[in-house]
């Protein structure tokens, strides 16, 4: 039975966190960003270094990420409720097609990715996929890994998440070809429902504690 529970908490982390990830997103941006006649050898480069910063970025979080907020007295709950209202925000955007809070990049990154080849670290990596939705939803599931065990599995959810993450933008010329239009949105849309859930588990979560410490 805890073998089981184990596995269903690592398939609910894996399942999270790329929903919120949204590589399928991440690989539109990818391409509208990148030349059509740009070599495959660059665009698996920067599948890999963007999900490996995806990765690390995630791990630091996940461990010191908690720490900056106690600092400041923040309580997890709190972070539970501002955290789901911004994942609430980001499914409605995704429901609605759109790509998420944390995707808007300024003219100047527009313009420095297309003048250089390594767009891994902005805009793709950082806010494209990397944005405030994760770092919240990252702390939260760190918070409810009560042993050893179910953080380590956090932890290996974060890499299973930064690998189907690394697939995706390596095969996104393929994959935007292969989906069209419709089927992207269809994708976004489904992926903004399951981030709707995530999102009011945690408004409720945290607002039923604060609420009894009221």
């Not at 039975?1 to 539109?28: K, R, T």
């Not at 956090?154 to 935007?176: F, Q």
Request: net charge positive.
């Amino acid at each position: 039975m805890f073998h089981l529970n184990a596995g269903n908490l690592f398939l609910q982390d894996v399942i999270s966190l790329v929903a919120i990830l949204n590589p399928v997103a991440a690989a539109a941006v990818m391409i509208s960003l990148l030349p059509p006649e740009t070599p495959k050898v660059i665009t698996d480069g920067i599948a890999l270094r963007t999900a490996r910063l995806v990765f690390v970025a995630c791990i630091v979080t996940l461990f010191f990420g908690d720490l900056i907020f106690k600092i400041f007295g923040i309580s997890v709950d709190s972070i539970k409720v501002i955290g789901g209202l911004v994942l609430l925000v980001l499914s409605l955007n995704m429901i609605n097609g759109k790509l998420s809070i944390g995707t808007k990049h300024t003219a100047e990154e527009i313009s420095e990715a297309a003048e250089k080849e390594d767009i891994a670290i902005v805009p793709l990596g950082i806010p494209v996929l990397f944005g405030p939705g994760v770092i919240a939803t990252v702390i939260i599931l760190k918070e409810r890994s009560a042993s050893l065990l179910t953080l380590a599995l956090l932890v290996c959810a974060v890499g299973v998440a930064s690998w189907i993450t690394y697939v995706v933008l390596k095969n996104a010329r393929i994959l935007m070809r292969q989906l069209g239009i419709t089927g992207f949105k269809i994708i976004t849309r489904i992926m903004g429902l399951i981030v709707g859930a995530i999102a009011s588990q945690f408004i409720i979560s945290g607002v039923k504690v604060l609420w009894l410490k009221m």
